[in-house]
């Protein structure tokens, strides 16, 4: 991130920013303009007080995801946050994942075929985040910007481009979960599996959010995590977050009734 | 190639759970804690009553949420004209967030108006840690014969928004009306939310 940083103070983003306490958020746009039909990447940008933090989309024990409602004009519709990779926070035997220090939180906004060039879109991104230490500040902040719609996106801030290459690959590798006992436990499967460190599930309510027992065997590497307390029925898949050093990988396995 | 991954299972650190496990059916284990008023109360002296615990820590915003809405107090106030128990326990370790002695526990008490039975003081957060309390606030319900019925968060929907409250199932009356009819809990669980539990580090 370190490299997104050097080059976000070099340029000025269209922005807008709000500063509450302990974390400055704004909402930044990759391009000048917005084209019809095509997708538009815009960035929460979340710059945190040292020893604050924010949450991931799963926060683990205690906490909340920052979230955003989008007020846009007529036809144009916001995607999902794609969440770079958190880091652990724990607070004694509390465990959490979030973020620290400068982040961005990129999202595609879908332009409409029918948007007019020459015109200016007005939007609107509504943030509720919970900024913590050991104590935790509840914000929110109505941030807007205003876009020309134009046959051209305009200049591209390569801080965005550095910032979209750290987020989180999609991986390949096959899988699968099974419940054994009181561990949910995922196998990765593939000739090319990095040295896995650690890993987070994205859904909640099916492991609990220790760091999982991480063995390798042969084209595997195993994942095996303690049950959460408040599993109740098995999922049709889980999303994790898989880390080997600094690089990390989003990947969906199925999850098999029996092991 | 067995023998070595079960060596290298066996080298691997298992991290004991920092926070026991209580589960629903099970019996909810005893504990003993000084309340607001220095008096030293039991679980097992309720015994034969329905008992709920509410995990709380004054300056958490969530727990401001569902003080400052009225919806804790309106909770508590129905459920112990009814004859249940309402624990308030605070397991906040000495200097941490929330910690307060009895004074100040008796003055948060008349300030909110809340309307529990006791607040009991954890401060070493030995029955936070027995029960695997996490957030504040984090509810449990036990039962006349000592079954723990309920644990997890207060209501559906996780936020700091006191206009979610009247949108959320609120779990805490509702598996008091069922136990009360006799019927079975529909919902036994839900994920706890809020801030985490100031225990000492």
């Known amino acids: 991130m370190r490299s997104v940083l050097v080059l976000l103070l070099s340029i000025t983003p269209l922005l807008a920013a709000a500063d509450d306490e302990h974390v400055m958020v704004s909402l930044l746009s990759e391009h000048s303009a917005l084209v019809p039909g095509k997708t538009a990447w815009l960035a929460l940008r979340l710059q945190h007080e040292p020893h604050w933090h924010t949450y991931w989309i799963n926060p683990g024990d205690s906490g909340l995801p920052t979230k955003l409602a989008w007020q846009l004009p007529p036809g ?34 879908e332009v409409p075929g029918e948007a007019k060039p020459d015109t200016t879109a007005h939007i609107v991104a509504q943030v509720k985040y919970l900024v913590c230490r050991e104590e935790c500040i509840p914000g929110k902040a109505d941030l807007a910007i205003d876009l020309p719609v134009s046959s ?34 995922v196998a990765l499967h593939g000739a090319d599996l990095p040295p896995i460190s650690d890993a987070y599930v994205m859904d909640r309510k099916i492991v609990n959010y220790a760091r999982p027992q991480i063995s390798r065997a042969a084209d595997a590497v195993i994942l095996s995590f303690a049950k959460s307390d408040y599993f109740t029925v098995a999922p049709p898949q889980i999303d994790l977050l898989v880390r080997a050093g600094a690089h990390a990988w989003n990947v969906r396995v199925p999850f098999s009734s029996s092991p | 190639m067995k023998r070595v991954l079960f060596a290298l299972l066996l080298t691997l650190v298992l991290a004991a759970p920092a926070l026991a496990k209580v589960a629903v059916g099970q019996p909810a284990p005893d504990f003993t804690l000084t309340d607001s008023n220095g008096k030293s109360r ?24 569902h003080y400052g809405s009225g919806n804790m107090q309106k909770q508590q106030g129905d459920a112990t004209a009814a004859g249940v ?55 449990f319900v036990i039962d006349k014969a000592g079954v723990l019925r309920y644990m997890g968060g207060i209501d559906s929907i996780k936020s700091t928004d006191k206009d979610d409250i009247a949108k959320a199932t609120q ?14 809990v529909s919902v036994a669980t839900a994920e706890p939310y809020g801030c985490g539990v100031k225990y000492g580090s």
Request: with cysteine; charged share 20%.
């Open chain 2, 85 to 139: 128990i309402w624990l308030t326990i605070n397991s906040s370790a000495t200097g941490k967030q929330g910690d307060i002695d009895g004074a100040a526990a008796n003055a948060y008490i008349a300030k909110v108006g809340a309307r529990q039975t006791a607040y009991l003081l954890d401060p070493t957060g030995q029955v936070g840690h027995l029960y695997g309390a996490r957030t504040t606030p984090h509810m």
């Open chain 1, 152 to 185: 051209a996106a305009g200049a591209a801030a390569k801080w965005f481009e550095a910032a979209r290459a750290e987020l989180p690959q999609a991986a390949k590798w096959q899988g699968d979960a099974s419940l054994r006992g009181d561990k949910i436990e």
């Open chain 2, 42 to 65: 039991s679980l097992s002296e309720f015994k034969g009553k329905i008992v709920v615990l509410e995990w709380n820590n004054p300056e958490c915003p969530f727990v401001g949420k």
């Open chain 2, 171 to 184: 779990y805490i009356p509702q598996v008091l009306a069922e136990l009360g009819a006799g019927k079975p």
């Open chain 1, 76 to 109: 144009y519709s916001a995607g999902d946050v794609a969440w770079p990779a958190p880091q652990r926070i724990d607070v004694g035997e509390l465990q959490n994942f979030g973020y620290e220090g400068d982040v961005l939180l990129p999202v595609p906004l």
